[in-house]
């Protein structure tokens, strides 16, 4: 198990890819399950809101799961789907305590306070993180350039965003 963190933790940092995953239906499960568990001691442990976690979760799940399997038949390369959705499955998992720790303390400091800023520098920083790693992983398994990648990623980012709130309006 530990070589599995430290391989999805070598493609957050971008020195390894999807292509160094096992193609294993198992461990795509796996990795879904540690995903949902990481995510869901993060929403426990440092709840960024108090609306409800558990829904909103499993839709962007299971969407991300959907994703990757429609993007890999349109392109016409569904063999690399189970590589290609355990890595974005397993990076995320790696990058999820930072980027929730990170987003929670943000929420917790006075708008005024002159650690604002840099607490603010690392959400973003963390989310370029996030994007870019992603996009590495859509550049390999689609062999499309690293722009177009990056932009592929942050499509997927957008329409997840605008899924769940459209489904979970905000309060008012």
Do not use: H
Not at 48 to 65: D, G, S, V
Not at 90 to 103: C, D, K, S
């Amino acid at each position: 198990m530990m070589e599995l963190l430290r391989l999805f933790a070598q493609i957050a940092l971008l020195r390894r890819g999807p292509q160094d995953v096992p193609a294993s239906p198992v461990l795509l499960l796996v990795t879904v399950f540690g995903y949902a568990a990481v995510n869901s001691l993060m929403s426990l442990l440092l709840p960024a809101t108090p609306a409800p976690w558990l829904l909103p979760l499993i839709i962007e799940t299971l969407f991300l799961l959907a994703w990757c399997v429609v993007l890999l038949r349109v392109m016409n390369r569904p063999e690399r789907f189970l590589q290609t959705a355990t890595a974005m499955f397993g990076y995320q998992m790696v990058l999820t305590p930072p980027i929730a720790a990170a987003t929670w303390l943000m929420q917790q400091i006075n708008k005024e306070s002159a650690w604002m800023l840099p607490v603010v520098v690392v959400v973003l920083a963390l989310l370029v993180w996030l994007v870019t790693a992603g996009g590495r992983i859509f550049k390999a398994a689609l062999e499309w350039s690293m722009p177009a990648s990056v932009g592929l990623m942050v499509a997927q980012l957008l329409a997840l965003n605008l899924l769940i709130a459209a489904i979970f309006p905000p309060l008012s």
